[in-house]
């Protein structure tokens, strides 16, 4: 049998909750299609050859996972790929309006494919790309958030220096 599945997603950047997700998928499916959306709406900080480079590099130990771009419909993608399984990361219950949402109106869209719900490890439910852009544009390590190669790239985008801390900025006092 030749279980598949996709896992589609912005991945800007990517974190270790999203390797967490692939990884457990790919012990449940024959093949992972790692679907990296291009989000034009969202307008993400990576291009969309950086964010397929760094997922790539962060899955190279897992032989049956592929990752790739599309654009458009998760469901057109799920069908191009030929399976009937959309994997989504939850973090926290918060997640869970929005994907049921989005899961809903999939199957309405098609029938025949499913979503999967997957939760993610307890110590990185909490992580999301938004805010680790923030916190290393503030000058924060977040290493134990992404692997050191995502690190970098969002210090170099963000223009942070390693180890180096943006000055506090105080409000200026009313004037009278």
């Known amino acids: 049998m030749n ?5 589609p997603g912005t991945f800007d950047p990517v974190t270790y909750g999203h390797i967490d997700i692939i990884e457990r998928a790919s012990k449940l499916y024959d093949r992972v299609f790692v679907g990296v959306a291009h989000s034009h ?3 993400p900080l990576f291009t969309m050859e950086e964010r397929v480079e760094m997922l790539k590099k962060a899955t190279a130990h897992l032989e049956n996972v592929l990752v790739e771009d599309f654009d458009g419909l998760v469901i057109e993608y799920a069908k191009e ?7 989504r990361g939850l973090r926290m219950i918060s ?6 949402q989005m899961a809903l109106t999939n199957k309405k869209l098609s029938e025949d494919i499913e ?13 999301s790309s938004k805010l680790i852009k923030e916190t290393v544009s503030l000058g924060a390590d977040v290493t134990s958030f992404v692997p050191s190669f995502v690190a970098e790239k969002l210090r170099e985008k ?3 220096k390693s180890g180096n801390k943006p000055a506090l900025r105080r409000k200026k006092p009313p004037l009278k």
């Not at 979503?115 to 992580?127: G, S």
């Open 41 to 43: 709406e969202k307008g």
């Open 115 to 127: 979503t999967i719900f997957m939760m993610t490890k307890e110590n990185f439910a909490y992580l």
């Open 158 to 160: 963000l223009s942070v």
């Open 95 to 100: 997640d869970f309006e929005f994907e049921f």
């Open 3 to 7: 279980r598949k599945a996709i896992y």
């Open 81 to 87: 790929k030929e399976t009937r399984v959309i994997i």
